[in-house]
């Protein structure tokens, strides 16, 4: 006997291939968002290992910050730009040789860089799967892919401290809830040292950055390798870390 | 339409060939192996212990039994037979002890050493499963609880069994028909391997019959089960699939028909929390 449709006011008839919008998509009811938000939530503070939850967490409560996001994007020439030719950072598409090649100071040597000495790779991302527009899907896989780039323009290591510092940052630029709970609740697993520095130099400066740059996602990262590091702070408007 | 490889069937909603099926549902237990015990506590809130508990119960098995355990992956069936037997033969020892009160110190000493090392009774337990990972967590957790003696692990497809015919005196499978593609060589091969006198008992998820518990079954089924799956385990697929596969199944009095198509007698069926889970028995003769 066919299965009955048991979920809420979903019209889906077929599993797979049913109202899939992208690969990897995941169509959810708002019942089901509303408890993965929750359950990601816990579960990303409970076991802060799980990356896949935070990324989870920020699909499920984008719904208002990610339009916002893709305007703001389509708004601007460079961000237009974006997100009609969907650049896409990852090992493939990066020239490492050239890069590494570049002189210290520029984009793309730091990049390379931070990527080396953190020992991370941008092929690590998750793709988004419970956002249930293809272009938002883009907007919030386009965030990930430039949290690396955060981090080499503010800065920021990737250890706790770091992360919540650009956490900060991004959710002033970005207004995600993901990361304003990160920004939040990310402290909690730090040393009262690391808390006062945190409290008194780098999350005011964080924010100072954030309220006075121009959008993050408007900035066409690929074409601007050779770009100092120092420029590119000055012309998005983030004052130079503590 | 007709490209298909073979004859179309169901994996859960989807519509695959046979090969397809056996391919993702290995696929669906090797990624779930690491957190199968972990979910089940949680999808079922530990209720799943219960059901288990009961199968043993209606089992009974006494010293001596031969138990062959099909997809049995974890050992939660093997485990709680071993225990069973166990708590079986000490009461048998300590009625006979009772008994011997009239003997010599070095009689009661001497009979009470013989059986020592026999705390079993003899029995045995084969636990079967066609996935390597599940086999590898129930090896791990087998060894971390402290279970060795009278327990195998045998790599097998319970649509054909690596066994003899005639062999054991029960033959359990918990949780793991639905998973089988042909449930009918599964049945036929239940009966082969068991000896004449034999029983089969099947613990499944079955089909709810009441309509306000079943559309409240159906509400948590497939919105709560895929995002505990998610959160939990990183795996929201494999819960979606598990939810569907147990609409796909047949329902109480169509795998007890199916069951006597296999030779078996008396069969019956027993349900569990108004049929959100059956065990269905039935004896070779």
């Given at each position: 006997p066919r299965g009955r449709d048991g979920r809420g006011g979903e019209e889906e008839e077929?599993?797979?291939?049913?109202?899939?919008?992208?690969?990897?998509h995941i169509p959810t009811s708002p019942l089901q968002k509303a408890l993965l938000a929750a359950g990601s939530a816990v579960m990303a503070l409970y076991?802060?290992?799980?990356h896949d939850m935070v990324a989870v967490l920020g699909e499920t409560t984008g719904c208002l910050a990610l339009p916002n996001l893709r305007d703001k994007m389509k708004n601007h020439p460079e961000g237009y730009r974006i997100l009609q030719e969907r650049p896409c950072i990852r090992l493939s598409t990066l020239d490492m040789g050239r890069l590494q090649g570049l002189p210290d100071g520029s984009l793309g040597r730091e990049y390379v860089r931070f990527l080396e000495d953190n020992k991370?790779?941008?092929?690590t991302r998750m793709p988004p799967k419970f956002v249930d527009d293809e272009e938002l899907a883009y907007v919030i896989q386009r965030y990930r892919e430039v949290h690396d780039l955060m981090h080499t323009l503010l800065g920021m290591p990737t250890n706790m401290l770091g992360e919540v510092v650009v956490k900060w940052f991004e959710a002033i630029q970005t207004g995600l809830p993901m990361c304003v709970l990160g920004a939040a609740?990310?402290?909690?697993?730090?040393s009262s040292r690391k808390l006062q520095v945190l409290a008194t130099e780098l999350v005011p400066w964080a924010i100072r950055s954030g309220l006075n740059a121009s959008c993050v996602l408007n900035v066409f990262y690929e074409q601007r390798w050779e770009q100092p590091v120092e420029s590119l702070r000055e012309e998005l408007g983030i004052f130079p870390p503590p | 339409r007709g490209l298909a490889a073979g004859p179309e069937m169901h994996f859960g909603f989807q519509t695959v060939t046979e090969e397809e099926r056996r391919e993702k549902i290995y696929q669906v237990f090797e990624n779930v192996a690491k957190k199968y015990d972990v979910m089940n506590d949680s999808m079922t809130l530990g209720i799943h212990r219960v059901w288990k508990d009961i199968l043993m119960h209606k089992m009974n098995p006494c010293p001596g039994t031969l138990l062959l355990d099909v997809a049995g992956g974890t050992g939660d069936i093997a485990f709680r037979f071993l225990n069973y037997v166990r708590s079986v033969r000490q009461r048998q020892l300590q009625r006979k002890l009772k008994h011997h009160q009239n003997l010599s110190w070095q009689e009661i000493f001497d009979s009470y050493q013989k059986d020592q090392f026999n705390s079993l009774g003899d029995s045995q337990v084969v636990v079967c499963d066609i996935n390597r990972e599940m086999l590898k967590v129930g090896k791990q957790k087998a060894q971390h609880l402290g279970y060795s003696e009278g327990l195998s692990w045998v790599l097998g497809n319970a649509e054909e069994l690596p066994f003899d015919d005639d062999k054991f005196d029960v033959y359990t499978i918990a949780f793991g028909i639905r998973n089988v593609t042909r449930i009918d060589l599964a049945l036929q091969e239940a009966y082969r391997v068991l000896k004449p006198g034999g029983r089969f008992l099947c613990l499944e998820f079955s089909h709810v019959s009441n309509p306000l518990l079943s559309r409240l079954y159906d509400l948590y089924s497939f919105q709560v089960i895929p995002v505990l799956g998610e959160v939990i385990?990183?795996?929201?697929r494999s819960y979606q699939y598990l939810v569907e596969s147990i609409r796909q199944f047949p329902p109480q009095e169509e795998l007890k028909a199916m069951i006597e198509d296999a030779g078996f007698f008396k069969v019956d069926y027993e349900n569990l929390n108004f049929g959100i889970v059956a065990i269905h028995s039935g004896f070779k003769l």
């Amino acid at each position: 006997p066919r299965g009955r449709d048991g979920r809420g006011g979903e019209e889906e008839e077929e599993m797979e291939g049913w109202h899939q919008l992208y690969p990897g998509h995941i169509p959810t009811s708002p019942l089901q968002k509303a408890l993965l938000a929750a359950g990601s939530a816990v579960m990303a503070l409970y076991d802060p290992y799980r990356h896949d939850m935070v990324a989870v967490l920020g699909e499920t409560t984008g719904c208002l910050a990610l339009p916002n996001l893709r305007d703001k994007m389509k708004n601007h020439p460079e961000g237009y730009r974006i997100l009609q030719e969907r650049p896409c950072i990852r090992l493939s598409t990066l020239d490492m040789g050239r890069l590494q090649g570049l002189p210290d100071g520029s984009l793309g040597r730091e990049y390379v860089r931070f990527l080396e000495d953190n020992k991370v790779s941008p092929d690590t991302r998750m793709p988004p799967k419970f956002v249930d527009d293809e272009e938002l899907a883009y907007v919030i896989q386009r965030y990930r892919e430039v949290h690396d780039l955060m981090h080499t323009l503010l800065g920021m290591p990737t250890n706790m401290l770091g992360e919540v510092v650009v956490k900060w940052f991004e959710a002033i630029q970005t207004g995600l809830p993901m990361c304003v709970l990160g920004a939040a609740f990310g402290p909690v697993r730090l040393s009262s040292r690391k808390l006062q520095v945190l409290a008194t130099e780098l999350v005011p400066w964080a924010i100072r950055s954030g309220l006075n740059a121009s959008c993050v996602l408007n900035v066409f990262y690929e074409q601007r390798w050779e770009q100092p590091v120092e420029s590119l702070r000055e012309e998005l408007g983030i004052f130079p870390p503590p | 339409r007709g490209l298909a490889a073979g004859p179309e069937m169901h994996f859960g909603f989807q519509t695959v060939t046979e090969e397809e099926r056996r391919e993702k549902i290995y696929q669906v237990f090797e990624n779930v192996a690491k957190k199968y015990d972990v979910m089940n506590d949680s999808m079922t809130l530990g209720i799943h212990r219960v059901w288990k508990d009961i199968l043993m119960h209606k089992m009974n098995p006494c010293p001596g039994t031969l138990l062959l355990d099909v997809a049995g992956g974890t050992g939660d069936i093997a485990f709680r037979f071993l225990n069973y037997v166990r708590s079986v033969r000490q009461r048998q020892l300590q009625r006979k002890l009772k008994h011997h009160q009239n003997l010599s110190w070095q009689e009661i000493f001497d009979s009470y050493q013989k059986d020592q090392f026999n705390s079993l009774g003899d029995s045995q337990v084969v636990v079967c499963d066609i996935n390597r990972e599940m086999l590898k967590v129930g090896k791990q957790k087998a060894q971390h609880l402290g279970y060795s003696e009278g327990l195998s692990w045998v790599l097998g497809n319970a649509e054909e069994l690596p066994f003899d015919d005639d062999k054991f005196d029960v033959y359990t499978i918990a949780f793991g028909i639905r998973n089988v593609t042909r449930i009918d060589l599964a049945l036929q091969e239940a009966y082969r391997v068991l000896k004449p006198g034999g029983r089969f008992l099947c613990l499944e998820f079955s089909h709810v019959s009441n309509p306000l518990l079943s559309r409240l079954y159906d509400l948590y089924s497939f919105q709560v089960i895929p995002v505990l799956g998610e959160v939990i385990a990183g795996d929201w697929r494999s819960y979606q699939y598990l939810v569907e596969s147990i609409r796909q199944f047949p329902p109480q009095e169509e795998l007890k028909a199916m069951i006597e198509d296999a030779g078996f007698f008396k069969v019956d069926y027993e349900n569990l929390n108004f049929g959100i889970v059956a065990i269905h028995s039935g004896f070779k003769l």
